[in-house]
């Protein structure tokens, strides 16, 4: 799974109450001068309040070199983000202590009215009530509604669980996006896993299946659509549509729990479009056979293993790569920062990964009545508010980088040449000498300053920031013997 990079720096909202407080000079390149107080700056522009109350905004780059140092050197004390903002689903959401597990959760016949967008070669649109599957092929309307009743009945699933989540389409969509694509091939060449049996890739916003995975025909039936072979495999579709549904919560959850979840949901008993809640533990038992044949878990022949807490909550930024976070500080970052990546892991220490991630999700969903896991949530929800205004800050920084790299690599060019001139010595630690005959090039601005993330938590470890409630003053080993005792009390095996 991707998550958003992380880079730090310049904010994208600069102002100082100080630097507000006095009219000052101000002069363009042309020398044309006006006296103003300073209103800030955002996005390359800073704002000029005059005498009368009148607002002017003018680029950065338009002003005299005086005055663009003493702008950037009055917009580096910027307050922190606010704490939190308010939230629509705020007012969707039940208390933690109100929320119950459901028995049973069917798919929302309101939403089973499929809509033909479009069905051309190699391109087509249908569309149910919260989800646009784009395929690569035209799908017989049977065979969509049962597609649709899949994705749909999963929504409603992550919905009705008790964790507070109120499913809504990624920032600019007005549907969950799906795409299915008629060959493994054309799949793979979005750049999935070549593992994977489907994915929901973040940063796209985007789900993507093969047909093979969904129980599709492999060959092309009447009116030129493909058709059904049987149950429609619905384990890819609801371990992906999870993801979905929380993508709000992904950033700022590890990937043991991310996964774990996914995991729980798409190992409930579904049948005809309605899953079995209250069984949720049958998936420890011995398993049919063919049962879980898809993607990862179809190249396994034997049984996945339990690695063990301590193990699985090393996993917090990729289920690839194990990365103990100790700290969420922003001061902590160079003692966690993550290990060299090794050799890619085997499809057994993966297929270890996501059982025994499972099992610990498994765990938390039932721990003290699933009231951790309600909490917890809670506290992802208030954290995702705090994080927008960060973003924003940094997509200004890149912005301002972007304009200030053609002075920089002009400025170390010129530097290149000056150090060549007779009589020029390179004293180390960026420090030189050089006859009184000869003038240094004029450094170029200073380079932005980081932007404050919220409470001091690095962007890269604030997955781990909220894990205090799930331990609830518990260790690791605790929890290994809990999890060990609930297992044999309720007669499954790890």
Partial sequence: MSLRPHTLALLSLLAVSSAKAEPRPWTNAQG?????????????????????????????????????????QNTTNTPKPAASTADPADAARIPWDKRRMPSEVKEPMLYMNIKVVKEEPGSCIYESGHFQFKTSAKLGAILMKDVCRAFESTYELVRLMPWGIIPKPEEGRAKFQAELYASRDQYLATGAPPWSGGVYVRPDKVFRMPFNELG?????????AYYRKGEINNDTITHEITHQMMHEYL??????????????????????????????????????PGSRNRGLMSAMRYKPQWIGVKEVWGYTTDISTRHEIKSFKVADHEEQ?????????????????????????????????????????????EEKKKWPAFWDQVDAYNAELK????????????????????????????????????????????????????????????????????????????????????????????
């Avoid at 991310?258 to 998936?283: Q, R």
């Fill in 403 to 494: 304009k200030l790299r053609p002075l920089y690599d002009a400025y170390r060019s010129a530097m290149k040449e000056f150090m060549q001139q007779p009589g020029v010595k390179d004293l180390g630690g960026g420090r030189f000498s050089y006859p009184k005959g000869l003038t240094p090039p004029t450094p170029p601005p200073s380079p932005p300053k980081d932007p404050q993330p919220p409470d001091d938590t690095d962007p890269d470890a604030v997955c781990a920031k909220h894990l205090g409630i799930l331990l609830n003053d518990r260790s690791l080993e605790q929890i290994e013997q809990e999890v060990r005792a609930m297992f044999l009390k309720n007669g499954f095996s790890l």
């Fill in 216 to 224: 599709i025909s492999n060959t092309v039936g009447a009116n030129g």
């Fill in 251 to 288: 950033p700022y959850m590890p990937v043991w729990l991310i996964e774990g979840l996914a995991e729980y949901t798409s190992n409930l008993a579904y049948k005809g479009g309605m899953f079995s809640v209250s069984g949720d533990g049958t998936s420890f038992l011995a398993k049919q």
């Fill in 337 to 381: 920062r993550a290990r060299p990546a090794g050799p890619p892991p085997s499809m057994e220490d993966l297929a270890n990964r996501y059982h025994s991630s499972h099992i610990l999700a498994y765990f938390f969903v039932h721990d003290d009545g699933g009231r951790r896991l309600m909490r917890y949530f809670d506290a992802l929800h």
């Fill in 32 to 72: 044309k001068q006006v006296q103003a107080e300073f209103g800030g700056m955002k996005d390359g522009n800073v704002t000029l309040i005059m005498s009368g109350g009148q607002t002017a905004t003018v680029a950065l780059a338009s002003l005299s070199a005086e005055d663009q140092a003493w702008v950037r």
